[in-house]
């Protein structure tokens, strides 16, 4: 069983950065391909980031481009959202989630990522 728990969010002004981390146990994380995604108060959950089991593919929705960074440790099992210019519009709970089964390439549907974590917050003033 594979548990996922999510840090790093909080408040910040417009502009300003944030990187939001999420640790992974159980299963072998190296093998999982990893997402990001948001849910906004009012609104349904959208993908916002993915990454490759190895590192080597990443893919973002094109609202986050040139200001959002997924990486990952493995060593760590660790997933990373690195979070720069942001904007009131980033304002949402942010869950990270892995995808054990069909887990090679990247993918921006939630359907198939398997575990979910708890979600940390994000607000952004303007």
């Known amino acids: 069983q594979v548990q996922l728990v999510e840090s790093g969010g909080g408040l910040v002004q417009a502009g300003g950065s944030l990187r939001l981390s999420c640790a992974a146990s159980?299963?072998?994380?190296?093998?999982?391909?990893m997402g990001w995604f948001r849910q906004a108060p009012g609104k349904e959950r959208e993908f916002v980031a993915t990454?490759?089991?190895?590192?080597?593919?990443?893919g973002y929705v094109d609202s986050v481009k040139g200001r959002f960074t997924i990486s990952r440790d493995n060593a760590e099992n660790t997933v990373y959202l690195e979070m720069n210019s942001l904007k009131p519009e980033d304002t949402a709970v942010y869950y990270c989630?892995?995808?054990?089964?069909?887990?090679?390439?990247?993918?921006?549907?939630?359907?198939?990522?398997?575990?979910w974590g708890q979600g940390t917050q994000v607000t952004v003033s303007s």
């Open positions: 159980g299963g072998i994380f190296s093998s999982y391909k």
């Open positions: 990454i490759s089991a190895n590192g080597g593919y990443t």
């Open positions: 989630a892995a995808d054990t089964y069909r887990s090679w390439g990247i993918s921006r549907s939630e359907d198939e990522y398997e575990f």
